[in-house]
């Protein structure tokens, strides 16, 4: 079973605008974590944020995570023809040391 | 740091044959995992080590998968008897012990069963 599940699925914008992805989890977590998926090649780590925080930012991301709802969103700001990929979060199951994907959302930045 | 290795890049063969897979870590990097990925899918666990210990493998895998880390360094992934459904990209990833949830992936071996 899924631990994390990304909404929406697919999201296409023209470029310079901003893009929202959210995931939902299952059980309690230490820390969630973003991926970002080029066609055709390995996962590339984009930001982790902890438990006890409530959002962080990297560049032109911006990560937020709400533990009473069990919910996280990832805001892309001025998007670019390069941002477009697939996305996705990756909270830790429970009691285990492995992440378990969702099916992603998958950003189609147009110029 | 030359990053996560995988070879082959891809790999077609006939149904029935058997097929093996390497990935190399990077170094010092002592857990290993793997991934299985169908087009629009997220990546789905197979099996993850820590050093040469193979501490969990995914009750989806059939027996035909077998893993294997020896000395703790590189990894193989063998499918023996394959079958058209295995066709898929498999993903390998290391990490550190501490941190170990930032995985570093490499850019996977493309199979296609015919």
């Known amino acids: 079973s899924q631990q994390g599940e990304e909404d929406p699925q697919a999201l296409s914008i023209q470029e310079g605008e901003n893009a929202t992805m959210n995931c939902s989890y299952k059980t309690s977590i230490n820390n969630l974590q973003w991926y970002r998926q080029n066609s055709g090649r390995g996962l590339v780590h984009l930001i982790l944020i902890r438990s006890n925080e409530r959002e962080k930012h990297s560049g032109r991301l911006r990560v937020t995570l709400d533990t009473s709802k069990k919910s996280s969103s990832l805001l892309i700001t001025a998007s670019r023809a390069a941002d477009t990929a697939s996305y996705f979060c990756?909270?830790?199951?429970?009691?285990?040391?492995?992440?378990?994907f969702g099916t992603g959302t998958r950003l189609q930045v147009f110029p | 740091d030359t990053g996560v290795s995988q070879n082959p890049r891809h790999k077609i063969t006939k149904r029935g044959q058997n097929v093996t897979f390497r990935c190399d870590p990077i170094?010092?990097?002592?857990?290993l995992y793997w991934y299985r990925q169908t087009l629009g899918q997220g990546p789905e666990f197979l099996t993850y080590f820590q050093n040469e210990a193979q501490l969990e493998k995914s009750r989806l895998l059939s027996d035909r998968f077998s893993a294997e880390r020896p000395k703790g360094s590189f990894s193989t992934l063998e499918i023996q008897r394959t079958e058209q459904g295995d066709s898929a990209m498999y993903l390998c990833?290391?990490?550190?012990?501490?941190?170990?949830?930032?995985?570093?992936f490499g850019s996977g071996t493309q199979l296609s069963v015919l």
């Open positions: 990756a909270p830790p199951v429970d009691n285990t040391d492995k992440l378990i």
């Open positions: 990833a290391s990490s550190p012990d501490r941190g170990w949830e930032k995985l570093f």
């Open positions: 170094s010092e990097h002592n857990r």
